[in-house]
């Protein structure tokens, strides 16, 4: 059964950092694209960054550019994002998913709220 | 990228069917065969419905069905079932590694 269980949210100051983590199991984690999404409370689906199966290959939807990062360790089938700089806005749940292809997500991860405020 | 548009909800009665529309440009919906619809029941992870436009990944029940025209790509939910009442996203590739999301549709089984 393909399984994802995102960790390490939390309450946080403006400005302060943060690192996600995601753990998968049930399928062959090198073998797939990786992505983070978020979901502000009330709002819909925003995709955040996604990794290439070697991690040779990172992309950041601009809001986050600078800011955060993300990462894998294919030999812990382990899913990264490490979060400075946190806005407000960042304010969301987070969610890891595997990526089909174009961006297609089969499955999700449970989420993990992260919230920024003072 | 703007946002896909999707109506904010929609409406049926049990055994009923709603389609629910996703309206996006050539960049993304019109020039890509990548739209994926996900359901999200309060409090929960979306899930994956149809994906490239029309297909049911595994366990979906046939009473979901999608299909695109032009720039706008629809789902249909068949035979209502009180279970259904949920928010449906849709999504499409944009192309350089984008995606675009429609802002959810907040379906109400009457």
């Known amino acids: 059964e393909v399984q994802m269980v995102e960790s390490g949210g939390g309450l946080v100051q403006p400005g302060g950092s943060l690192r996600l983590s995601c753990s998968a199991s049930?399928?062959?984690?090198?073998?797939?694209?990786m992505s983070w999404l978020r979901q502000a409370p009330g709002k819909g689906l925003e995709w955040v960054a996604n990794?290439?199966?070697?991690?040779?290959?990172?992309y950041y939807v601009d809001s986050v550019k600078g800011r955060f990062t993300i990462s894998r360790d294919n030999a812990k089938n382990s899913l990264y994002l490490q979060m400075n700089s946190l806005r407000a806005e960042d304010t969301a749940v987070y969610y890891c998913?595997?990526?089909?292809?174009?961006?297609?997500?089969?499955?999700w991860g449970q989420g993990t709220l992260v919230t920024v405020s003072s | 990228q703007s946002a896909l548009t999707q109506p904010p909800s929609a409406s049926g009665s049990p055994g009923q069917s709603v389609t629910i529309s996703c309206t996006g440009t050539?960049?993304?919906?019109?020039?890509?065969?990548?739209v994926s619809w996900f359901q999200q029941h309060p409090g929960k992870a979306p899930k994956l419905i149809i994906n490239?436009?029309?297909k049911r990944p595994s366990g979906v029940p046939d009473r979901f069905s999608g299909s695109k025209s032009g720039n706008t790509a629809s789902l249909t939910v068949s035979g209502l079932q009180a279970e259904d009442e949920a928010d449906y996203y849709c999504?499409?590739?944009?192309?350089?590694?984008?995606?675009?999301f429609g802002g959810g549709t907040k379906l109400t089984v009457l």
């Open positions: 998913a595997r990526d089909m292809g174009a961006h297609t997500y089969d499955y």
């Open positions: 049930g399928f062959t984690f090198n073998n797939y694209w």
């Open positions: 990794i290439k199966q070697d991690g040779s290959e990172k």
């Open positions: 050539s960049s993304d919906v019109g020039g890509y065969n990548y």
């Open positions: 490239e436009v029309s």
């Open positions: 999504s499409s590739y944009a192309g350089s590694n984008n995606v675009v």
